[in-house]
């Protein structure tokens, strides 16, 4: 069969006291693909084969890199400490898939960093990860596990960073059905760079409804998400090709936040262990290849400066992989 070209595309952000917004379009034909995501290019080749795929990627940040650009301090954002940071750099990896949905891989990715881009004072510091990964793929269950280390030449971190890290989702796919995930690591020696961004709504960190995007910059960490959601609730009988689903769920989450030191981390001290806890109602609009999705959060214990609120909202709009152009012969 001949090889078709698709495209995606999604537009979106999370509102709070400091709001974000993210856009992506992107066009792959047979194993080449090519994705902007607001300010990163990506370039891969990913072939696929029966039982697994591999991929090569060349991939730039032109500034918004690891969310630099917003640190909070203290329950409020702290626009004194924010830097903008970009990267160039490659990224690769391999995966062979077993039977009864087991995977396994490896993948592994070099950057050149660019602290302060745009600025006189510059700065530039390589950074390398290696991991070997693998899981279980079904469709009410995933799990994946990750062990590696970062290599690191530069000052806001260790030379040697190991790390263990893990996730687990369970969302069966019935009318009205629970909600089951949790992410959580181990690491040592982290600094700026490779602590794990936690809080928010979007996809791209691990997440705790009400808390801004990316508020705290963790080390050692464990996180769920507990509730209901509605699995299956079709409209096809009165509106062919729209699905229509919900989540109400809890986020919970403890972690460590050490001490790092300026100008990214903490200034006045170290952190020790933390915790926070969420609330979220979301859903989810599907017609054909379209979809929206909105969440709204409330964290009411997380700590606060006056005026910033514990409340965040997401909205996204979007278009999955859709074939363009005449079928192939």
Do not use: N
Request: charged share 20%; with cysteine.
């Amino acid at each position: 069969m001949a090889e078709v070209t698709e495209i995606h595309a999604w537009a979106g952000g999370q509102i709070d006291s400091d709001s974000h917004g993210d856009v992506t379009v992107g066009v792959r034909h047979g194993p080449l693909r090519a994705d902007l995501y607001t300010d990163t290019l990506e370039l891969a080749w990913e072939p696929q084969f029966q039982h697994g795929k591999a991929w090569i990627a060349a991939r730039g940040c032109a500034f918004a890199a690891e969310m630099m650009i917003s640190p909070w301090t203290d329950g409020a954002p702290d626009p004194g400490r924010a830097v903008p940071v970009a990267y160039v750099g490659l990224d690769a990896g391999a995966q062979r898939w077993g039977p009864h949905g087991l995977w396994g891989g490896v993948h592994g990715w070099a950057r050149e960093y660019v602290v302060g881009v745009g600025t006189p004072g510059h700065d530039e510091h390589p950074l390398a990860r290696a991991d070997i990964e693998g899981g279980v793929w079904t469709r009410p269950f995933q799990v994946s596990a990750r062990a590696g280390v970062h290599l690191y030449a530069g000052p806001y971190g260790s030379p040697v960073e190991p790390h263990l890290e893990g996730d687990a989702h369970w969302r069966p796919d019935w009318r009205v059905g629970p909600v089951a995930e949790g992410w959580g690591a181990l690491a040592w020696g982290q600094g700026e760079f490779t602590l794990t961004r936690l809080g928010g709504l979007t996809p791209y960190e691990v997440p705790l409804a009400g808390a801004a995007w990316a508020e705290w910059w963790v080390q050692d960490y464990a996180a769920g998400r507990f509730g209901v959601w509605s699995g299956s609730v079709g409209m096809d009988a009165a509106v062919p090709h729209v699905l229509v689903r919900g989540t109400l769920a809890a986020d919970l989450a403890a972690f460590s936040t050490p001490y790092v030191g300026a100008p990214f981390g903490f200034p006045d001290g170290p952190r020790l262990s933390e915790g926070a806890v969420g609330f979220e109602a979301s859903g989810k609009l599907t017609y054909k290849h379209f979809y929206t999705d909105v969440a709204l959060g409330y964290a009411p214990w997380i700590p606060r400066q006056d005026g910033v609120s514990r409340v965040s909202g997401f909205l996204r709009v979007g278009l999955d992989w859709t074939r363009v152009g005449r079928k192939p012969s």
